[in-house]
């Protein structure tokens, strides 16, 4: 497995898992068979976990293996373990959140992470019309430097606001973005910002929810609604860059890949962003251990000048999906701001 250096001391596998599907939204989850996986990943080297405070049970599961991981396994093993949640203050909360409520919701969840400090904070705010994100950014450092946290990053914050922080004295150790070769908005502006400030970029969506796979290769166009929220969105984002008869020209391209290197279409497409500049690792969903070959494989993959030319000979005919990063899904009446859920934090609890 692949491994960054995001800092002294601070290494990451570059393909991190993804444990938003453990989430009890997704249906029932076993907690014994789901740490038992966990296991599983982090043998296979895969050791970097993401996570979230709205993601219901989720820091809970993986609190749980820390622990035995420490007990079973050694200090050593436990301390190659990288968890990385995020801060998702509600909607409705921005305008009268204090202090102390940021520094209830870490140590809720240090508490069940099981943990004295934890090692990434991501911190996400829906609303820039809401101007105080510098404001509680500082209070997470304020944590930082109290030794509650080890590292504060982002989510989805788009060029101008990552750039105002740092210009306040609060640069972001990394920003986790969607990023796919069907988006490829942070490479408008953001990944020249992270080149500039040292900012990780960490990439979820590189599979666009499912998407960029074989199931969906010669599939007629899915008629609406779809099935769940998270195909929804990427659907959008299929729309955006020219439709499905482009989308279908661009999974034959990487199933052309893919039956070269012996391996599936969603491994091309995560390795395709793993390969860019600028990107530390990319973020992959898995609800257990039938996913781990596949997941291994995107750090395995030898990805080519000639395989890169055939996605670009594709994508040569798409649209580039307009604006900054997130910058969309933050028009709350538009089509892609309109599917979020803005209020998890209350559900999480």
């Known amino acids: 497995m692949q491994t960054a250096d995001l ?3 601070y290494r990451i596998s570059r393909v991190i898992r993804g444990n938003w599907q453990l989430a009890g939204g997704h249906g029932a989850v076993d907690r014994e068979a789901a ?15 993401d996570c979230a405070d709205i993601y219901t049970g989720v820091e809970e599961i993986i609190g749980l293996f820390r622990e035995r991981t420490l007990a079973e396994r050694g200090a050593q093993a436990a301390d190659a373990i990288r968890v990385h949640t995020k801060f998702v203050p509600d909607l409705d909360a921005l305008g009268t959140i204090t202090r102390v409520d940021v520094e209830a919701a870490i140590d809720t969840s240090l508490k069940r992470l099981r943990t004295e400090r934890l090692d990434l904070v991501q911190f996400h705010w829906w609303d820039y019309a809401v101007p105080r ?7 997470l450092d304020e944590l930082r430097r109290a030794g509650k946290i080890a590292h504060v990053g982002g989510t989805n914050f788009d060029t101008p606001r990552a750039a105002e922080l740092r210009a306040a004295g609060l640069p972001l150790f990394s920003m986790q973005v969607q990023y796919s070769l069907l988006d490829r908005r942070p490479e408008r502006k953001l990944l020249a910002e992270a080149a500039s400030s040292g900012m990780a970029i960490l990439c979820y969506g590189t599979v666009a929810g499912g998407f960029l796979s074989d199931k969906w290769l010669g599939v007629p166009e899915p008629r609406e609604p779809l099935e ?7 659907k959008l984002i299929i729309d955006e860059v020219g439709g499905w008869e482009l989308f279908q020209a661009l999974l034959s391209a990487l199933r052309g890949i893919a039956d070269r290197r012996g391996t599936d279409i969603a491994t091309v497409a995560s390795r395709a962003v793993l390969e860019r500049p600028g990107v530390s690792a990319v973020i992959v969903g898995a609800r257990n251990r039938a996913h781990l070959p596949a997941n291994l494989a995107i750090s395995d993959m030898l990805f080519t000048a000639e395989d890169a030319a055939a996605i670009d000979a594709v994508l040569a005919d798409a649209n580039p999906v307009p604006g900054d990063v997130y910058e969309l899904e933050r028009d709350r009446t538009g089509r892609h701001g309109s599917i979020m859920k803005y209020g998890l934090n209350k559900t999480a609890a």
Not at 228 to 234: A, D, F, I, Q, V
Request: hydrophobic residues 50%; glycine residues 10%.
């Open 35 to 49: 740490v038992a996986d966990l296991f599983a990943f982090a043998d296979a080297g895969i050791t970097t976990f």
């Open 133 to 139: 994100y510098v404001e509680v950014a500082g209070w």
């Open 228 to 234: 769940n929220r998270s195909l929804t969105k990427y």
């Open 7 to 9: 800092a002294p001391g």
